[in-house]
Structures are given as C-alpha cells and as structure tokens.
C-alpha cells in the first residue's frame, strides 16, 4: 500500500468517526425534574429517511398522539414480550411495593404484583381492582375493604385482610427503613401509638405489640380503616394498597426485610405475571401467572432488560424489546418514520417552572414564612417576568413542540382540575415594560433597570445542568428579561450540578433570587404538598392567607362535588397567575415507541386495558425496514 | 527479596490510612446526601430526616468515620443506601463481572498486540510496519466511549452478530454449559472494543523497545557469532523488549478489578467502574468509600507486584 491511499484510508476513517461523533452529539435534556428519581440522559444514533409525520416547520404536537396501541392482525397463542428499562444505572433490584424507591424498581414491580385498588383517569380509585372501598354511612371516617376472593399470591396462598394490615405495621415499625412512612400512614386512627410502643420498649415484636387501633380485620378477606381525616386527596392516592405476605415475611425482623431474598431474588406478588429469574441489576425474566384473578395472560411471558438511553433507537429498530419504560422525546423528531413501532403519547404528569425567593423556611414552626423586603417581593415585577419570556418558543425551538407554553400550575395531566380557560400570562413584553414602569423600576442609561429605591439591580438566576439544553434555555431567558431590562445574571456565573442546585434551594440560599426548577406532580391533585404553607417543597417559601384558604377548601368536606372543587381549584390557579411566586413555563410529552407486534395496549391511567390482557401476533417483534 | 516485599508492606499500612480518612473527607464534602435524590413532595419531610438521623448523616464526620473504620476492619462496609444490600455482598455481584470482562479484555490486547509489536520493531519502516503504526495513531486517537458505539452498532445492531447488552441471556440458569456460553458471548464484544484500542499503548512500546534493542551492542555480538536470526529475535531482543510490559502487567492487574465506566455503560453491563460513577452521582456514601479504598488497596499492590515482577526479570534493577 502506498502512501497516499493510506492516508485517503486514515481520511476516510476520519470521516467515519466524526459522523460518529455528531450522531452521539445530540443529548437529551436532564433537566433534573425531581422526585422522579433519575433523568434520563440519551445520546441519539442514526436515523435514515425523511420523517413521513413532519410538517414543514418541523415542529410535532400532542394532539397528534393516541395512547392507545392500535391493533393490527390477529394474536397468536402466548409469545414474549421484551421490554426495555433505558438507564444507564442497572435497578436497585427493592422488589417489593412496600419498600422499594427507584423508579425502576416499580417499573419492574408493575408487572408481576399490583395495588388492591385502581384508578379512573381522573386517579380517583374505582371498585374494580383486586379490592373494592366502601365509605361507611354511619361514619363518613371508617372506610371497608373487601378484597377479591379470587386474588391469590403467586405461591397460591390467598391474599389476606391479615397481609394488608401486616404492610401497615411494618411501614409503621421504627425499624422500617424505606420512605413510605408518612401522612398517609399518620392519618389512620392509631398508627402513631402504634409506632411509639416499640420507641419504649426494645425488641418488641409486631406479634405482641398492641395493634393499630384504627385498623380491624373482619375476616380473611374485609378490611376496616378508620382515618382521622377523610378529604378527596384520600381516595386519589392517600391509600396504601400494597398488602405484604405475611406469611412470608412474618417471621422477618422488620430491619431484614428489605434486603432479604424473598425480595431480592425470588419477590412475590400477586400480579399477572411471576418472577422467574433475576440477573442482578441487568435484567429480570418472568411467566405468566396462570391463576391471575382477572383472568389467565395472554402471554407466555415477559423479558425486561436494562438498555442503555444511547442505543434505545438501535433496541427498536432491531427488535430487541417491544417497548421501554420511557423514550427520550428529544430523539422522537430524527426517528418518527420507524416502520416497526407505533409512538403513542400523552401529556406528562410533569412541568418546569421559574420560583422566585420569597422568604425563608421556618424549620421550629415548620412553616414557610415570607419575607416582605425580598428583592422579589414586588408583585408587578414578577408579573412583567412572566410577561417577558415566551414559553411557546422555548419549546418549539429546543424542544420540536413536545414542550408546550404552560399556564397554569396544574397541569393537563389532570384534565378534570386544569383551567383551560385560563391563559396565564402571554408572552408580552410591552405589558413587561408597562408593569415595571409603574412600579417604580426606572429605566437607566445602560439600559438596565434599578429598583424603585434607585439602587441597582441584579436578579441572580439559579438553574440546573444536564443535557444540552440547559444551557442555551437559560440564556434565552436571561436575554428576555434584559429585552425589558432586567439584569439578570446566572447564579455564580455558571449552571449548578443537580445535587448542589437542590441542596442550595432548599436551604434558600440568599444569592439565589429566582430558580428554574421541574416537578413530577403525583396523581393527587392537591396542590399543599408542593406549594402549602407547610410544605418544605414550596421552595419559593411564599405564603398568604389567601392562598391558606384555597388550598383548606379543596380539600375540605364540600370538595367532595367534583365541580365546587373544580371551581376552588380554577380560583387557586387564577390567584396564582395574579400573585406569581412561581410560573409554570412548559408543559411536556411523554412518548412511549410500541412494537406493531403488540395488541391491547395503552399508557396512561384509567385506560381500563390491563397487562394481563397484552397479546402479540408473532413470535419474534417486528423488525424496521 | 523478601525483606523488600516486607518493607512495601508496612509502607503500605500507613498509606491506606491517609487514604481511607481523605477518601472519608471528601466524601462528605459532596454537596447533598444520599436523600438529596428524593425529593418528592409526597414523602414526608420528617421521614427523611427520620432517615438521616438513623444513617447517622447527621454526626460530624469524625464521628461517622470511627463507626466506619471499626466497621471496615472487620470487613463490614455497611449497607448501601440505595441497593438496601451489605456493600460487599453488592461489590462481590459486580466484581465478578469486571474480573471476567477485565480477564478477557486483557488476554485479546496481549494476544493481538503482541504480534503487531514484535512484526512493527522487527520490519520497521516497511509498509507492515506502517499500517501498524497508523492503526496505533487512530486507537490513541479514538475515544473509547465513541468507538465502543461503533463497534455496538456495527457487530451489534448491523450484522447482529453479538448480543447488544447485558452479561448473560435473561433467563438462564447459572452454572449450566449454556449460561457460562451465553456470558462468554456476551463479553466478547465488549471486551474486543477495549483491546482495539488499549493494544495501541502496548503495541507502541513493544515496537520502540525493540527497535532500540535491535542496536544494542549484544545483539552485534549475537549476530556475529552467527546466531540464526530467529533466535535473535525470540531469545535475545525479545527478552529484553518485554520489560516494560512486564512493569505494566502489574497495573493491568489492578484495572481488572477497576472496569470501566464507558463500556460498562453502553453495554449495559453491571460492574465496578458504573456502580462506583453512579455511587458518586447518587451520594451512596458507603459504597463510595468502600470502592474507592478497594480501587487504592488495589492500586497500591498492583505497584507491589509491578516492582516485583520487574526484579525478578530483571535482576538488575532489584532493590537491596
């Protein structure tokens, strides 16, 4: 070989690794939404084709999306599914309801054992689980479960009242080392007394304790609860579901349980398919559960695996797994042609918001409590904020349309409680300027503003890193507020690391003076445990009276009416638009890619369509041509 | 000899200590804690700090470092925060998957470089030698991360021709012909992508070595006194040129336990280098410790055995 066509093969190969490179560019936006436990980081590989769907601005929306699969050709007689798990951490492996905490985990957990009760799509539980509520007529406090005759764990022993009351004593135990402890627990009648017996007396055991006043067992299968408080929030998620078989787990030191192998390696549920085999942290294997209550799967059984967010694509197309837990949207707009899966999509139960410092955390009284000489204080200048950026942009710009404008602080992910109605606040920066002048925020010569004292003033911006969106999206607001003045200025100079971020929030900082954050709303719509005036999460630390009395009244006895609390809930979101401690800036879009393969499917809740039910119509999944 | 070995010992001692109390300072010196990651709304505050208080987050961090030290010494690291597991029972899981990858990572990096090392020194400057050479420039050039990828998607995902992730099939029952099989197959390319690329380093001074010692006056002498060129080569040059990776052999032997982060990542395969990066991210500050003191300790004997190794090929560099 001469020398030149070497050096047109070392070209060649150049080239080859630089298209590597730009195809591994493309990384998904961490914006560290919190309490969903781990972003996602995704690098995108190739795509070949035109995109069939895209429009000429490129641009995708929700609208456009079903959540159910659509089904195509005949089913055949059991088959595999294979599902993927994108990560690029392996799962805990906490197989148990009553103890896991990585999202993970339940994602695994969901196949193989299930919650006694289900929810309608509005997450109100509905009678047609494994068990069925009854609110008691005499007393609206005591509330009966019957759970279903048929419901059996995998190991064929029945699922007892007995179970479900054992998950409430282990929860409650002192020794119980998961997070599950906590209001929701504290609200049935004697549960705290039950707690403080074994804080007195060392080495007391579940079996001689005195039980949880509030908590009778009738027969094997009843169950009655008495709650000190019965709001709406109870019966959207306030619930715990997850019985604990105890005559698995009874004989367990309640610290054991969580690392023993009855949840480690061979869990137990009571769900449609059973653990068969678990490869720690890479993969489990299950079958399906001939004698699921609600009837025998369909499938033979399921295949989960972890697959790394940088090959997800590549796993789809090829017909590695049918489906996975959750796509990065951000790869959705270089892969909608994939001829093999079908992208279903809702709005997420998810939306970013820009807080402003208020006041401070009041950690004797446990209160938030604000600060009316904040920098933020000025209602007018949280307002003009707003008014100042254009949410729609960001999303269309960074996100292709699957991040929309957001208005209100509950979003439409609960359709039954997000006004539509109401507009928030639009992108208007002449409205901005309005609302500046008038509060006394002069204009200077170096086209900054001061504040109305006369005084300088620089608003230090925190927001988070990850993805490679993070960045130009806080430039781009930063510009915004300077197109109407503001000087605003990154915190430190540069974006913080998620751990930081956080752990300087919450401890309100005093540089910090507006933040960028993200929350996952949970299915109860009540809006006390992120913006309450006891909330540790409401890390804007603003709180008024007004706010007190909404918040009191949706989940008050007459919140009961769906409509009056639509209605107090609609009062609460408009106040919110009028005070703004906290904006919403973009709603998301959740897509999940289907293999065609896959029948009676859907995301979301209260589709009514459950795995068992999960049929294929081949052996293997389809492949992308 | 042996007193050499002896005094690397003791040394060894004091600088574990030094170690373990830095690794410890650091470690709480992260920003956020092992309960940072959970904010959630809908897990009570109280519980959390309940959690703190019963991990002892909340001691100052001498305090925390004598529980951890008396625990360390009699092999208990504790549990890990997030796997709910002893951290030992977690680092054996996921040892084990890097030993073997690390084992045959190595075995192909010596396999493949030490031929192109020996025919790149001995035909330099030919277009053998070239190609060599510029297949070296490229390795060093490429990162791994980028051309594990590659290779993924080539072997993997285009051809099909290896599994695309994991250590094993799902499903099969360990110990059987066909899982030991299926884990093999599941390592190969993995452990091709690293050689490719770590060979470039051995290639290079196996190449430079004997080039240098092709000069030397003994090897005139060889030739003069009519030594067959083979015998040159194998015996004489050879013996010689193998020093440095002898030296290096030590190292290698620490990196077997070490993995590595970016092919374990893509290839979805659990071992050392993702759980400590992750127990890092994540603030599990007891499997931080741990694997951190582990990858010292090993570190630290890996430098043992290299010096060892080179006094025993090499006599003349041995310590008295």
New interface residues.
């Given amino acids: 070989m001469s020398k030149t066509s070497l050096s047109k093969l070392f070209f060649a190969l150049m080239l080859v690794l630089m298209l590597a490179l730009v195809a591994c560019s493309d990384e998904t936006d961490g914006d560290g939404e919190a309490s969903a436990g781990s972003d996602d980081n995704g690098s995108e590989q190739d795509d070949d084709g035109e995109d069939s769907e895209e429009e000429d601005d490129g641009l995708y929306s929700i609208d456009d999306f079903d959540n159910f699969k659509t089904n195509e050709g005949e089913a055949i007689d059991g088959g595999t599914l294979q599902y993927g798990l994108v990560t690029d951490t392996p799962f805990e492996g906490t197989l148990n309801w009553n103890f896991y905490s990585g999202t993970y985990d339940a994602e695994i957990l969901n196949w193989f054992d299930e919650g006694m009760l289900t929810w309608d799509e509005n997450y109100v539980y509905t009678n047609d689980g494994a068990a069925t509520y009854e609110q008691d007529e005499d007393n609206e406090n005591v509330f009966t479960f019957t759970i279903n005759d048929k419901v059996n764990w995998h190991d064929g022993e029945p699922v007892t009242a007995e179970d479900w009351l054992f998950a409430h004593e282990v929860i409650s135990h002192p020794d119980y080392d998961g997070i599950r402890y906590g209001s929701d627990f504290t609200n049935i009648e004697g549960v705290e007394e039950y707690r403080e017996q074994f804080k007195d007396n060392e080495g007391l055991s579940i079996e001689d304790a005195e039980p949880i006043e509030g908590i009778e067992v009738v027969d094997d299968k009843t169950m009655k609860v008495t709650y000190k408080e019965v709001t709406p929030s109870l019966v959207t998620g306030s619930i715990w579901t997850y019985p604990l078989a105890k005559h698995i787990f009874g004989d367990m030191e309640v610290a054991d349980m969580s690392s023993s192998p009855e949840v480690r390696e061979n869990p137990i549920g009571f769900g449609p398919f059973k653990v068969d085999s678990i490869t720690p942290g890479e993969a489990v294997t299950l079958t399906k559960n001939e004698d699921y209550w609600r009837g025998e799967p369909n499938l033979d059984g399921v295949t989960i695996k972890v697959i790394d967010p940088s090959v997800v694509v590549n796993e789809l197309e090829s017909g590695g797994v049918d489906m996975v837990d959750s796509y990065p949207t951000d790869q959705y707009p270089d892969n909608a042609d994939m001829s093999n899966v079908e992208f279903l999509g809702l709005t997420d139960r998810a939306f970013t918001y820009i807080g402003f410092k208020l006041g401070e955390w009041d950690e004797d009284a446990g209160e938030n409590v604000p600060d009316p000489d904040a920098k933020m204080a000025d209602k007018n200048l949280r307002q003009a904020m707003w008014h100042a950026v254009d949410n729609d942009a960001v999303g269309d710009r960074f996100y292709h349309g699957l991040r929309w404008n957001g208005t209100t602080l509950i979003p439409p992910s609960h359709p039954e409680f997000h006004d539509d109605s109401n507009p928030g606040r639009e992108y208007d920066p002449d409205k901005a300027n309005e609302l500046l002048d008038e509060a006394g925020y002069e204009m200077g010569d170096d086209g900054f503003r001061t504040d109305p004292d006369g005084n300088e003033l620089v608003i230090n911006f925190a927001s988070m890193s990850g993805g490679d969106t993070a960045e130009p999206i806080a430039k781009y607001y930063m510009q915004a507020w300077e197109e109407v003045g503001l000087n605003v200025e990154l915190l430190d100079g540069r974006l913080q690391e998620f751990n930081t971020f956080y752990d300087r929030v919450e401890e309100d900082d005093p540089d910090i003076d507006i933040y960028q954050g993200a929350w996952g709303v949970g299915i109860d719509v009540d809006p006390r445990s992120l913006w309450g005036r006891h909330s540790t999460s409401n890390y804007t630390r603003w709180a008024d009276e007004e706010n007190d009395r909404l918040l009191e009244e949706g989940v008050s006895d007459e919140a009961f009416d769906v409509e009056y609390r639509q209605e107090v809930y609609n009062e609460w979101q408009e106040y919110m638009v009028e005070e703004v401690p906290v904006f919403p800036t973009v709603y998301r879009a959740a897509l999940s890619p289907v293999n065609n393969r896959v029948l009676n499917y859907a995301i979301g809740d209260g589709t009514e369509m459950y795995k068992y039910e999960i049929a294929v119509t081949q052996e293997e999944p389809m492949v992308d041509e | 000899m042996w007193k050499f070995t002896v005094r690397r010992m003791l040394i060894m001692i004091p600088q574990l200590i030094l170690l373990s109390l830095l690794i410890f300072i650091m470690a709480q010196m ?3 804690d092992a309960l ?13 700090e309940q ?1 703190r208080e ?1 991990l002892g987050l909340n001691e100052p961090w001498h305090v925390q470092y004598a529980d951890w030290v008396s625990g360390a010494v009699q092999g208990d690291f504790g ?1 890990s925060f ?5 951290v030992t029972d977690l680092m054996m ?2 040892m084990i998957n890097t030993f073997w990858l690390s084992l045959v990572t190595l075995i192909i990096t010596y396999i493949i470089s030490i031929p192109l090392g020996i025919t790149s020194g001995r035909y330099n400057d030919t ?1 053998a030698d ?2 060599i050479t ?1 297949y070296t420039y ?1 390795g060093f050039a ?1 990162p791994l991360f ?1 051309f594990a ?2 290779m ?2 080539i072997f ?2 285009y051809f ?1 021709w290896f599994p ?5 099939k ?4 360990p110990g059987t012909f066909e899982y030991i099989l299926s884990r093999f197959n599941h390592l190969l390319l993995p452990a091709i992508s690293m050689s490719l690329i770590a060979t470039v380093s051995t290639v290079q001074y196996l190449r430079n070595d004997i080039i240098d010692t092709k000069q030397k006056d003994f090897i005139i002498t060889a030739r003069s006194k009519g030594a067959p060129e083979s015998r040159v080569y194998n015996r004489h040059i050879l013996r010689n040129s193998l020093l440095p990776i002898a030296a290096f052999f030590g190292y290698e032997l620490t990196g077997l336990i070490g993995g590595t982060v970016f092919v374990e ?6 071992g050392m280098g ?1 759980l400590f990066i ?1 127990s890092i ?3 599990d500050y007891s499997v931080v410790t741990a694997t951190t003191l582990l990858f010292g300790v090993a570190a630290v004997l890996g430098t043992l055995i290299s010096d060892i190794i080179l006094s025993i090929v090499d006599p003349r560099i041995r310590i008295k």
Avoid: C, H, N
């Fill in positions: 992260m920003p956020g940072t990651g959970l904010i959630d709304p809908s897990v009570d505050p109280e519980t959390i959690q019963k549990q997030r796997f709910k597991m002893p899981e996921r277009w070239q190609a510029s490229i490429t980028i990828l590659v993924l998607w993997g995902f099909g695309t992730g994991g250590s094993v799902p499903g099969l029952e990542t893509i290839f979805s395969y659990p993702q992750e991210t994540l603030r």
